[in-house]
Structures are given as C-alpha cells and as structure tokens.
C-alpha cells in the first residue's frame, strides 16, 4: 500500500493532563476504548503490519485493518476499514493517525484520518462529527475517570453518500 | 471571496449555563483561557464592545470586537480583530459559539471561527489556539483545574 497517496482531510487535536503513556494506553487498550469509543474494543497486534480491529461486545468486527506505524508512545497509525455496516463495506480504507506529543505539562493528541481518493464531504461528515465525541470522552476519562454518554449515529445523508460513492467506484476516478 | 473557517467541537461535562459564563465571565475566563493570561470582558449586550485583555494590572487588550448576538445561554456571536486591524473590516473575523444540550449531563460547544484572512497569522494562531483553550475550557469545568502549561 501506498502511504504517501493519503492525504489528510480531518485533523482534531485535544490537549490533555496527563502522560503520554497514558494516553497511548487509553487509545490502545481495549479497557480504555470501550469506555470511550462507542463501546468499541480495540483488539491490536501491536507491530508493524499487525491486524487491528474494533470489535463490537459480542465479538464481531466493526472496523478492520493493519498497523502502518507502532511507535509508543509517540506514534500509533492504521488503516481502517469499516466492516460492520454492509453499505460502508466497499469503500476504499483510510489511515487514522495518532500522535502523542508532550506540552508542557501536559499531551497533545492529533489524530488525523486521511483517505487516498477525493471522499465527499457527506462522507467526511461522519469523521467530523464522530471524532470530537470520542476524544472529548477520552479525554474525560483520562482526567475524571468517567467517560462522556455521548450519542453517536452517522450524520444526516452520510449512508446515501456512501452508497452512491460505492456504486459509481468513486474513488476509481481521477 | 472565499474566507477560510476553523471549526473546533467538543463535549464537556457540564451545563449550557456553566460553559457560556466560562466563556463570558471576567474571573472564569481569566482562569482557564491561556493558563490564564488572558480574560474575556464585555457586558455581553448586542452592540457592545467586547476585549480579550491581558490578565493583569495593564489590562492590555490582544483581541478586540463587537457582540453580534448574544443569548444566553445556547448562541453568542462576536467578531474578532487584533486592535491595530480592528478598522479594517478586511481583517476582522467571526465567532459563533454554540452550546447546546447533548444528553443528559453532556453539552456541545461548536466553536465557528470565520471570515479569516488566508494565509494570514490570525489563521494561524487561532488554529493552534483554539485546541489549546477549549481543552482548557473542558478541563476547567469537568476538573476545576486548567491544562497545566
């Protein structure tokens, strides 16, 4: 796969009072992330080329894909591909990237999901309205230990959106 | 022309009523917004002048404007200038602040900033400034404690 086709399209930086070996816990232990990301447990090979997955809490997978960076606890990065929703399945994977950086006394996170083909913004709705939710939590839970009861649903349009990318094979374009 | 926006979203623990005072309070916003040096001071009335002035005895104002709309405690809009370019409607800017209930104890506040000048510092700085002060916001208000610097 070619990493340097993939160009950010939403980044969400958030700083929080903790370490950055805590938040590099938060983002990858399953005890953290079903707090925090809708119930999702990460369940990650932790190496280059590893399989990751969130897993729903039955087991069944929501999203798949590989870690393309492993570097704790500075730098996680994979591809995602989302398997529980049957429209979302034919779409092409994108790279979400987390970088932990001390500042200050404290961590910045940066986590940005990029995609290697021009994705409508009806599509990129659905990263702009999930991520602020899921790292408001996260970082909630790091400094309160409670996670936030956020309700999580794709925007209006964004399933339409999906569908018609997929049966045009939009991103087979340009 | 096309004006560049920075959209910042976040969910905090706590009231419509708490995050809009912590956004328009002289001594709040003074405790969070910058590790606190700096403090937001208007009387918040449609028409009015608003200043993010330097949190201390000089009272220097970094950010100067006009509140366009204020209603507490779910909209307050305002714009946004550096005061050597506050007569330049060129370089002056828009912020919108939402706060809206989420669910239960949850609100959103969805920080809209504006009518930014491309390529221009003020861009710049609020892009990376806007993260750093809401995270604060969010801290202060959930923890009682700022994001230490």
């Not at chain 1, 995602?80 to 404290?106: K, Q």
């Not at chain 2, 405690?73 to 939402?98: C, H, M, N, Q, Y």
């Amino acid at each position: 796969m070619d990493i340097a086709k993939f160009k950010p399209n939403t980044v969400y930086v958030t700083y929080i009072a903790s370490t950055p070996e805590k938040v590099w816990q938060a983002l990858t232990d399953p005890a953290f992330t079903r707090q925090y990301f809708g119930g999702f447990a990460i369940d990650v090979e932790p190496s280059e080329g590893g399989a990751f997955f969130l897993r729903y809490p039955d087991g069944r997978v929501h999203m798949s894909g590989r870690v393309i960076d492993w570097s704790p606890p500075r730098r996680f990065s994979c591809t995602w591909l989302v398997e529980g929703m049957a429209e979302f399945r034919a779409l092409p994977e994108c790279l979400v990237t987390y970088e932990i950086e001390p500042a200050g006394g404290a961590v910045k996170l940066t986590m940005t999901e990029a995609h290697s083909w021009a994705v409508p913004d009806a599509i990129l709705a659905g990263g702009r309205a999930g991520w602020p939710a899921i790292l408001s939590s996260l970082k909630s839970v790091l400094e309160t230990g409670k996670p936030l009861d956020i309700k999580m649903a794709p925007p209006e349009g964004m399933v339409e959106a999906v569908k018609q990318a997929v049966a045009a094979k939009a991103w087979m374009k340009g | 022309m096309n004006k560049p926006s920075f959209v910042y979203v976040t969910y905090i623990r706590s009231t419509p009523e708490k995050v809009w005072d912590a956004i328009t309070d002289i001594k709040i916003s003074g405790q969070y917004w910058g590790g606190g040096c700096h403090r937001n001071v208007s009387d918040w009335k449609a028409g009015s002048k608003w200043e993010h002035q330097r949190n201390d005895e000089s009272g220097v104002a970094d950010v100067v404007g006009t509140v366009i709309e204020s209603k507490r405690p779910g909209r307050l809009v305002i714009t946004w200038a550096a005061p050597s370019e506050a007569a330049d409607p060129e370089k002056t800017s828009r912020v919108v602040f939402e706060i809206e209930p989420h669910k239960d104890d949850v609100v959103r506040l969805t920080v809209t900033h504006s009518e930014l000048e491309p390529g221009s510092d003020m861009l710049r700085g609020i892009s990376s400034g806007w993260p750093l002060v809401l995270s604060s916001l969010k801290s202060f208000l959930e923890t009682g404690k700022v994001v230490p610097k």
